[in-house]
């Protein structure tokens, strides 16, 4: 599987941002897809993350009710709708896919084995 994210950018705190990450391969919909992020200086973080065959959808308390994950099977394609953004979400965005991850590990980035290549979001204050 490869991906490719897109969608990133400097918007205002308050501001909303939809991320996309672009999936290749014919069994997209068996997979499992996260969203993690890293901070400059800091470790790579979950933050959202669809269950494998896209039944559970999961987040990082941080941003509970702000973040949206969805996916269209489709068009292989999951995004991140981001809302109310804070200076803090400011990271580079990485969309990742496993076909094993079971749904308790599904917020450990070594878990997964496939990774785009990052989207940067900054959000000023």
């Known amino acids: 599987v490869q991906l490719q994210a897109s969608g990133g950018g400097l918007v205002q705190a308050g501001d909303s941002l939809r991320l996309s990450c672009a999936a290749s391969g014919r069994t997209f919909s068996t997979y499992a897809m996260g969203w993690f992020r890293q901070a400059p200086g800091k470790d790579r973080e979950f933050v959202a993350a669809f269950s494998r065959g896209g039944v559970g959808r999961y987040y990082a308390d941080s941003v509970k009710g702000r973040f949206t994950i969805s996916r269209d099977n489709a068009k292989n394609t999951v995004y991140l709708q981001m809302n109310s953004l804070k200076p803090e979400d400011t990271a580079v965005y990485y969309c990742?896919?496993?076909?094993?991850?079971?749904?308790?590990?599904?917020?450990?980035?070594?878990?997964?084995?496939?990774w785009g290549q990052g989207t940067l979001v900054t959000v000023s204050s």
């Open positions: 990742a896919a496993d076909q094993r991850v079971i749904n308790s590990a599904l917020s450990y980035s070594a878990q997964y084995d496939y």
